[in-house]
């Protein structure tokens, strides 16, 4: 079984910065994919922000404010989030999957973890 765990998230300032951890622990095979959701308050799906699988992919809305990375020794993957706004406030899921494009149908699932951007 495979156990993803958030951390990270809080209370920013618009215009501050957050960079979110995904430990991924358990029975991991030698390589998988791993993406970042976000669902936004009052909104009833998981949104796609970044994943890394065969190269680091970005929604629209976040390309050169966010930025995906990983540290395999430590099995984690990372979310460094600049400049937030309002826009960006949400609960924030990671997701693993075997070798392939990330998508919001993966198996394993992080509890999530809240992100606010407010004066």
């Known amino acids: 079984q495979v156990q993803l765990v958030e951390s990270g998230g809080g209370l920013v300032q618009p215009g501050g910065s957050l960079k979110l951890s995904c430990e991924i622990t358990g029975r991991t095979p030698s390589s998988y994919s791993v993406g970042w959701f976000r669902q936004a308050p009052a909104k009833g799906r998981r949104v796609f922000v970044a994943a890394l699988d065969f190269f680091p992919r970005y929604a629209d809305s976040v390309k050169g404010q966010f930025t995906i990375s990983r540290d395999h020794a430590k099995n984690t993957v990372y979310l460094q989030m600049n400049n937030l706004t309002s826009q960006d406030k949400a609960v924030y899921y990671c997701?693993?999957?075997?070798?392939?494009?990330?998508?919001?149908?993966?198996?394993?699932w992080g509890r999530g973890i809240q992100v606010t951007v407010s004066s």
């Open positions: 997701a693993a999957s075997e070798p392939k494009p990330v998508t919001v149908n993966e198996p394993y």
